[in-house]
């Protein structure tokens, strides 16, 4: 399954792309200037149900943490899944996808239950993506909250967040305005902003999930592809700003929780600095201490506050 490249559930691990139906040809973004306080922009094409950009959480995480004080993400959806209107290298239902599912989480460390595909699968990635966009359009740092929630559902939880039930409980827990959600996602508002998240891709030679460009008020360009080690991100921001400077922040469990409420062991490992071997059984200790609560799937754990909902 690893060896087909075109189909668009099936991530190449050696590549770390999840791949679209397409073929794109690259070619270059039409810059804009920004402003000063934000020096670099990055635009990030992702997917709720891409696998591989679930697999870079912990590295996006982390350069929050550090350069958040002077980047900006742009998150935009490209429509990973469209329909299962295809058959590509053998892959034509939903449960051809399971087994990759859990090997990809074995690669990334990070916990996926790919019995999704074979429970409650989903006919298109395109419903979550609608609806994420809805939610850019109230905060976009809510959002950014929405689409966590609705990869933890769909990775952890094997929940088909197509359903406007799982969608309606992700809004309320970033903490949007659900009836205004509900209307951006059903009206053309959202889907049009969607439809230019799409076009835009295309424009840009996205070939697949995770893509990131980094941009500068220079015009300078340059794109990391897949999912790659934190120091590849790193040095395309530092390329672009070499002046940056990296934010010291609290590795402390307490201070971490705060500002990210649930986190995989991977995940608190590279925010922490301690190392992988160290940190489950750290955050099982919190768990025996009742100073945090796990949520366990047959491929890996997720720990989070007992005062969030999970």
Known sequence: MLEDKNNPLICDIETGLCNT????????????????????KLIYYTDPICSSCWGIEPQLRKLKLTYGHGIEIDYRMGGLLPNWSYNSGGISKPSDVASHWDEVSLHYDMPINGDLWLEDPLSSS????VAFKAAQIQDKNKAILFLRRLREMVFLKKMNITKWS???????????NVDQLKTDFESNTANNLFQEDLKLGSQLG?????????????????????AR???????????LNPNIKAKEYSRSWEALFHIYP????????????????ESEPFLNALVASN??????????????????AF
Do not use: C, M
Request: hydrophobic content about 35%; glycine content about 4%; overall charge negative.
């Open 21 to 40: 139906e397409e073929n794109h040809t690259e070619s270059h973004l039409q810059h804009t200037a920004l402003p000063e306080e934000n020096p670099l």
């Open 126 to 129: 395109f419903p979550p993506s």
């Open 166 to 176: 799982h969608l309606h409980d992700a809004a309320e827990n970033a903490g949007l």
């Open 206 to 226: 996205v070939r697949g999930f995770p893509t990131v460009f980094f941009i500068n008020n220079n015009q300078v360009e340059t794109a990391v592809y897949g």
């Open 229 to 239: 080690p934190y120091a590849n991100y790193e040095a395309a921001i530092l390329k």
């Open 262 to 277: 649930t986190l995989t062991a991977k995940e608190y490992a590279i925010l922490s600095g301690i190392s992988r071997q």
């Open 291 to 308: 100073q945090l609560k796990t949520f366990d799937t047959k491929n890996g754990s997720i720990w989070y506050l007992p005062n969030v």
